[in-house]
């Protein structure tokens, strides 16, 4: 047993104090000698035709260096796996924001000038802006050429506008239906909404006469981007670097190329580095934003209550485009069906044209959107049915040996214990505060969440100092991944966490690795970390035998120091070193240092565990101003070991305060392809006076894949909010909303309805 | 952000000289005026500030009433004990609106004069009416937040919630320009969109609010209550200032002296619900059904589709301020 117990302590986040001083850089921070301002000229229709595009009024503003149009770019076009997207819009665009034309000048007021000066003639055509509408036969193609685009999944189903149409389920809905007694179904909405990050998009790229491509972006998945921007631009990725940098916030939505494509071409046109910062109205406007979702699921019960079947749908409006998607469909849709024991269930998920923004991912895609319908549909038969919703919940979830409805196999079926804690914590089974004048309700939802997979490469060196060093080419979103990764540096070769280093590295320095995202870097960053760390102590421990005389297997590291102790052979003897000393006597290996290297690299599996999370919420509604408050929340997490409470329990309270936000009030309003919420005024996240008494519960002893049988964290708490807040709110108004957010305005209509017995 | 001057008035008269120019504009803390000159919403190259000139950031007594310097923030005057204890909705309005930090900053000078959130008008991509447009993008497009009476072509609503409790509170202003001062009641200041569809008072181009001035005989009991979407840092779906004072009835009883019903969020002014107030009016205190008077609120309102919510709203929330303010809940 190591002496410093590294893993399990509330270590504060490495990276704190230099982020909080403004010592960390930023993309939008990082300068380059001669380097320029580029700016994007966006398109004001959601689909038109471009008649002419003239630059010759730009050019000659003095300062600018480079302006381009699609006529200037190689005929290629760009996406995370599917690659529909053009790097300019070349002849029509397909939603307002697109990028039509681009300029870089000395100066940022140069360089708006410019665009300014830029002459577009558009022919407008017809745009569609509701994705099942786009479906139709009648409705408008998009992208007539779809069949021929790199990364589709699948060939194109055929359906109108649809590039993934993705299906999952087990056995035959058909007999599951014939043998239900009760029927029913029910359709709900999700809204758009944004990752509300605080550091906007930024990219700097500097063209090198050489032929290399130097990149700082904010972009969490930096081996990725090398391969989409090595696609779209036509060098070998050996050519392209991608620089460490800071990021501030991600949630999902820093996983998509932005603005970087496009730079290094007003690099190569300029000769000179360029740098794109996206403000605040185009971030609303033009970012990567959550999918909004249509969802109508049906579902067969036998009249005790069990569940035989279950159909559900699910169309998502991907926007102009499906670029931003890594794998194209979004995985998570397969939670449609809940986490129940249903024998006969179909989901069938479709990914749509339209002529709206393009979606990217957000937290745990897809997830919250189909759990809030199936959640809600879940209390609704409930309701429907007499039964009290926990109730009917635990006659239906998943229990050890049972197949999920899309067939997954877990062990460590933990979903009752997690939903049972969550109802007990919240009172379930006390009567509801009675509040005269108010409506009271209560109301559950559970989710899971399995953890996702990826490589990583990670190098631990140490050397004279006796401080060891990771070294890796990841940067921390803001999650804390960093410190979590140091403690497992410091377990394994037991010294304290604030002696390790971290070493960011660029993009040629090391071999691959998966960046943030999925619920995946605690395992798999964290097994790869593990792996080199083990594989360094193995290496001190052989080169300090010698040194101290003795075997290598009495040899062992405490505190910083490797240590032989007393043996019944020789029961007197005690000797240590420092480790600093056993690297000093290494041979040089890193930068020529004497010291000693380990690297180890690990391909994660898909985990054969999973981990639920199930919530209770408690509110309170005006009903004479149908204001929605929450007066209680309890999030229960399945969990296995707890490698730091501290950023653990950071985001448990993200997650839940992010999913909040999506209940009650979070949505970008669209008006014919056009965001109208474009500040933070308008577009409304919940403030510290928004969240109510937060009680977590952590059901431990699992045994989750990440090291020392921990679990990610990362998504869960945000997926289930807007469910039991939804469920809540039907159950004091006595009649559901089924379209988020929700909003006072929709919980009047929702109790003046009730009274008039609509 | 378009480079712009910032100077700092010595006195009124540097002030007024100052505004006299084009391209000036007078500012308070900025929270309203900078984002818009940032977006190219609103052009402005000089900023003038009123912090330096004597006594605009005080708040005093004067006469049994208070005056409250335009450069005064929102802080100030949540915080100050004779606004809580004389001029309560005032205090509420101040003390719940925006976030605490545009508190610290905004002053109430700016609070009055910020100009509306309709984010048609406030978008740069926009070209409104409100900003020399050809037309109303709102009424084609989303009219959830928009005014149900008094719109005229244009159909904000005003934002301020402090204007709402200075109408009830029966405040004036005292303004500033290049032709002398003038003393105006709040409910003369405000204007809709039928005078000019580009501003939401009378003030004239270089003219500015010096002073707000609280009347000594203002009603003694007053409240503010306001409808929003989350806790903080958010404007008033609907928002209500009342304020009432009472005569003797001469048998022990109460009987209603004036009576003010002031409604925020529902027109692009202040809006005052008179056949509210005329109904109270020299009734018995103990005698009034909250709900009879608030049935009054709004009768000629013609809402757009999205946002008929708010009349119901309007008339409950007038109904609970009533209510709180007789005693009668
Ligand atoms: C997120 C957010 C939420 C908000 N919520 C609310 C809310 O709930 N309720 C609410 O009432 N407000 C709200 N506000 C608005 C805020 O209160 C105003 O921005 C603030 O009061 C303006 O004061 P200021 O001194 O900063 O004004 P400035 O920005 O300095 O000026 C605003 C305008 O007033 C003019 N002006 C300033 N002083 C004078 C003067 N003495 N005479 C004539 N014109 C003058 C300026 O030229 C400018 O046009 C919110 C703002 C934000 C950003």
């Not at chain 1, 090595?230 to 990725?237: D, K």
């Not at chain 1, 559901?736 to 929700?742: A, E, K, S």
């Amino acid at each position: 047993m190591a002496i410093y117990s590294a893993i399990g302590s509330s270590i504060t986040r490495g990276e704190g104090p230099d982020k909080v001083t403004g010592k960390s850089l930023y993309a939008a921070d990082i300068t380059l000698p001669g380097m320029l301002w580029g700016k994007a000229l966006r398109s004001p229709f959601p689909h038109a035709r471009i008649v002419s595009l003239d630059t010759s009024r730009a050019r000659a503003v003095p300062g600018v260096r480079a302006v381009i149009t699609a006529a200037d770019l190689p005929d290629s076009l760009v996406g995370r796996r599917l690659r529909d997207m053009p790097v300019l819009a070349r002849g029509v665009v397909r939603f307002a924001g697109e990028k039509v034309a681009a300029v870089a000048a000395d100066d940022p007021a140069a360089a708006e000038e410019a665009l300014l000066l830029i002459d577009v003639e558009y022919e407008e055509l017809p745009p569609i802006f509701d994705a099942a509408a786009a479906m139709s036969p009648g409705a408008p193609a998009l992208h007539p050429a779809m069949s021929s685009y790199e990364g589709l999944p699948q060939p194109p189903s055929g359906i109108n506008n649809v590039f993934a149409h993705i299906t999952w389920g087990q056995g035959d809905v058909a007999q599951g239906f014939a043998e239900a007694d009760l029927v029913f179904e029910h359709s709900f909405n999700a809204q758009l909404m944004h990752q509300a990050y605080i550091e906007p998009h930024a990219c700097l790229v500097s063209a090198e006469p050489s032929g290399k491509a130097q990149v700082w972006v904010n972009n969490k998945d930096p081996y990725a981007l090398r391969e989409q921007l090595a696609a779209v631009w036509g060098l070998p990725e050996e050519r392209i670097v991608l620089h460490p940098c800071s990021i501030g916030g991600d949630f999902g939505g820093k996983g998509s190329f932005m603005d970087a494509p496009l730079c290094y071409y007003l690099s190569l046109h300029s000769g000179r580095p360029v740098k794109m910062v996206m403000d605040y109205i185009q971030e609303l406007m033009a970012a990567n934003p959550r999918h909004p979702a249509v969802m109508t699921i049906k579902s067969g019960v036998k009249r005790d209550g069990a569940l035989v079947a279950r159909q559900a749908r699910v169309v998502f409006d991907s926007g102009a485009y499906g670029a931003f998607k890594p794998t194209v469909y979004l995985r998570g849709a397969d939670h449609l069906c809940g986490v129940y024991r249903i024998p006969h269930a179909r989901i069938d998920s479709y990914m749509v044209y339209t002529n709206n923004v393009p979606k990217g991912h957000m937290r745990s895609p897809a997830k919250p959107q189909v759990v809030f319908a199936v959640e809600s549909h879940t209390d609704l038969i409930a309701r429907e049915m007499g039964l009290d919703p926990y109730e009917f919940r635990r006659i239906n979830l998943l229990r050890d040996g049972d197949s999920s409805p899309v067939g997954h196999q877990w062990r460590e079926i933990r979903a009752d214990e997690t939903l049972r804690r969550a109802a007990q914590s919240a009172g379930w089974d006390t009567p509801k505060p009675a509040k005269p004048g108010t409506l009271t309700g209560r109301g559950l939802a559970i989710t899971d969440l399995s953890q996702g997979v990826g490589r990583f490469a990670a190098r631990v060196s140490i050397g004279a100092s006796g401080r060891p060093k990771l070294h890796m080419a990841f940067w921390d979103t803001g999650t804390g991944s960093h410190t979590v990764l140091r403690q497992m540096v410091a377990q394994e070769l037991s010294v304290p966490v604030d002696e390790v280093d971290i070493e960011l590295l660029d993009t040629s320095e090391m071999p691959f690795s998966s960046g943030s995202g999925g619920t995946r870097v605690t395992y798999t960053a964290g097994q790869a970390v593990v792996g080199a760390a083990r594989e360094l102590r193995r290496q001190l421990i052989r080169a300090a035998a010698p040194l101290l005389d003795s075997p290598e297997e009495d040899v062992s590291l405490h505190s910083g120091r490797v240590v032989v102790g007393p043996s019944p052979q020789r029961p007197a003897y005690y000797r240590t070193i420092a480790i600093g000393e056993v690297a000093a006597h290494a041979p040089a290996a890193n930068h020529g240092e004497a010291g000693i290297v380990a690297e180890y690299e690990f391909a994660s599996e898909p985990p054969d565990v999973t981990s639920f999370c199930a919530q209770a919420a408690e509110v309170e509604i005006d009903p004479e101003t149908g204001a929605i408050t929450v007066t209680r929340f309890v999030t229960a997490h399945d969990v296995g070991a707890i490698l730091n409470p501290l950023l653990h329990q950071g985001q448990v309270e993200g997650g839940v305060i992010q999913g909040l936000g999506y209940a009650l009030m979070e949505e970008l309003q669209t008006e014919d392809g056009h965001i109208s919420t474009l500040s933070f005024g308008d577009y409304k996240i919940p403030t510290s006076a928004d969240i109510p008494p937060l009680t977590t519960v952590l059901v431990e002893g699992a045994s989750g894949p990440a090291p020392y049988r921990s679990k990610g964290i990362g998504e869960s708490a945000n997926i289930p909010v807007a469910a039991a807040i939804a469920n809540a709110v039907t159950d004091a108004i006595g009649a559901p909303i089924t379209n988020l957010p929700l909003t006072a305005e929709k919980a009047m209509t929702a109790i003046k309805n009730r009274e008039s017995g609509n | 952000m378009p480079p712009f001057q910032y100077i700092e008035a010595e006195s009124l008269d540097d002030a007024v000289g100052l505004l006299a120019e084009s391209g000036a504009a007078v500012v308070g803390g900025g929270t309203d005026l900078l984002p818009q000159v940032r977006d190219g919403i609103v052009a402005a190259e000089r900023l003038v500030g009123l912090g330096a000139v004597p006594g605009l950031a005080e708040i005093s007594e004067s006469g049994g009433g208070l005056v409250i310097g335009a450069a005064a923030t929102i802080a100030d005057v949540a915080g100050h004990s004779g606004v809580r204890r004389r001029y309560a909705a005032l205090g509420e309005a101040a003390g719940g609106l925006a976030t605490p930090q545009i508190r610290n900053a905004g002053t109430i000078g700016g609070n009055l004069n910020q100009r509306p959130r309709c984010w048609y008008y406030r978008s740069p991509l926009i070209p409104c009416l409100k900003k020399g447009g050809d037309r109303c993008y709102a009424l084609a497009g989303n009219t959830r937040l928009l005014c149900v009476t008094g719109g005229d072509r244009c159909y904000i609503v005003h934002p301020s919630d402090t204007a709402v409790a200075l109408s009830a509170l029966d405040a004036r202003l005292e303004t500033a320009g290049r032709g002398g001062g003038r003393e105006l009641a709040v409910g003369d200041f405000f204007a809709g969109p039928g005078r000019d569809l580009q501003r939401e008072n009378v003030l004239e181009p270089g003219e500015l609010v010096v002073r707000v001035i609280l009347p000594a005989d203002a009603p003694e009991r007053s409240v503010y209550l306001k409808v929003r979407e989350r806790e903080s840092g958010d404007f008033a779906l609907v928002s209500v200032a009342a304020a009432l004072s009472f005569d003797d009835s001469g048998d022990g009883g109460a009987v209603i002296g004036q009576a003010r019903v002031v409604l925020g969020g529902v027109a692009p002014v202040p809006y005052r619900a008179v056949e509210v107030e005329e109904w109270l009016v020299g009734r018995l205190a103990s005698g009034v059904d909250p709900a009879e008077a608030a049935a009054l609120v709004l009768p000629n309102a013609t809402p757009l589709p999205q946002n008929g919510y708010k009349i119901p709203m309007a008339r409950n929330i007038v109904k609970r301020a009533l209510a709180s303010l007789l005693g009668n809940e």
